[in-house]
């Protein structure tokens, strides 16, 4: 029976969510029990094409995306794939109706990566609506239930929120992404003389979208308002850590909240949500 192998590939979902980021692993267990594994086949989909580009340098990661990509397609119109996290994945988009163009734009950013790019401003916000917008976007169709209406009033603040998340990345991944992967996201900027000023721009731009972001967060609906929101507290903790150091200090050491701290910020998280003081 399929509903065994489909239950199989939730598993390898979940765990795939739980090894990788335990944040998102606190934030998802906060949302209705009926949406997390349809989140949890989101995230395992997103890290799957995320490892292939950022880990597996023995390998031929430009054929590995392009058969993964092959792959997820075949997986959505087929109903099924051999691959659990595919399996998970295809259930959801089907279920949920999300748009193909979203599953094309993200994996377009992959292949962003597979090179080095010189970002231009445009390039920038290419690549962040493909890696971390339309991620947002996904997982508001699971929120809003597939339905059309509230998807498209709150589809800008679910982008502004990804574009937040994925730039404090950036600040939080800088060193590595310059001295390992030899990336550079930010647009005019040579990280060889990366400074304050600089980073200060980038700040801004975070500030200004958490800020609206916030707004649609508190226009979720129930079931999802919660462990976004945690997501959210989350992702603000380390970008005030982040805010509190150097450009120089970034450059030499990649910002964490222990564990113990994420334990923390969630139960302050609930308790702001329960007294509808977010």
């Known amino acids: 029976m399929k509903e065994l192998f489909d239950q199989l590939s939730g598993h390898c979902s979940r765990l795939t969510t739980k090894l990788y980021s335990t944040s998102f692993s606190y934030g998802i267990y906060f949302l209705g029990k009926e949406i997390r594994q349809p989140i949890h086949a989101i995230y395992g989909f997103v890290r799957l094409a995320d490892e292939i580009v950022d880990s597996f340098h023995q390998y031929d990661k430009k054929f590995l995306l392009a058969k993964f990509k092959e792959d997820t397609f075949e997986a959505i119109n087929l109903g099924i794939s051999l691959n659990p996290i595919l399996n998970s994945f295809q259930k959801v988009v089907n279920q949920y109706q999300i748009k193909e163009e979203l599953i094309v734009l993200f994996l377009r950013s992959m292949e962003m990566d597979l090179s080095t790019q010189e970002y231009t401003p445009e390039l920038y916000n290419d690549y962040i609506l493909g890696s971390a917008e339309v991620v947002g976007l996904m997982c508001l169709k ?5 339905g059309d209406v509230d998807y498209e009033y709150l589809k800008p ?4 929120l990804g574009s937040a998340f994925q730039k404090v990345n950036f600040l939080r991944d ?6 390992t992967l030899s990336r550079n ?16 721009e980038i700040e801004k731009e975070i500030e200004d979208e958490f800020a609206m972001a916030l707004t649609g967060i508190k226009l979720l609906p129930a079931t999802s308002r919660n462990g976004v929101y945690l997501s959210y507290i989350y992702y603000k903790k380390l970008f005030t850590k982040i805010k509190r150091l150097s450009a120089e200090k970034i450059m030499t ?4 909240i222990s564990n113990t701290h994420k334990v923390g910020l969630m139960f302050d998280s609930i308790i702001r949500n329960k007294l509808n003081v977010i």
């Not at 603040?157 to 502004?160: F, I, N, S």
């Not at 800088?174 to 001295?179: E, G, I, L, N, S």
């Not at 996201?185 to 200060?200: E, G, I, M, S």
């Open 253 to 256: 050491e990649r910002i964490r």
């Open 174 to 179: 800088v060193k590595a992404d310059h001295q």
């Open 157 to 160: 603040y679910a982008m502004k």
């Open 142 to 146: 699971v929120f809003t239930h597939g």
């Open 185 to 200: 996201y930010f647009p005019n900027v040579n990280l060889a003389l990366f400074c304050d000023r600089q980073k200060r």
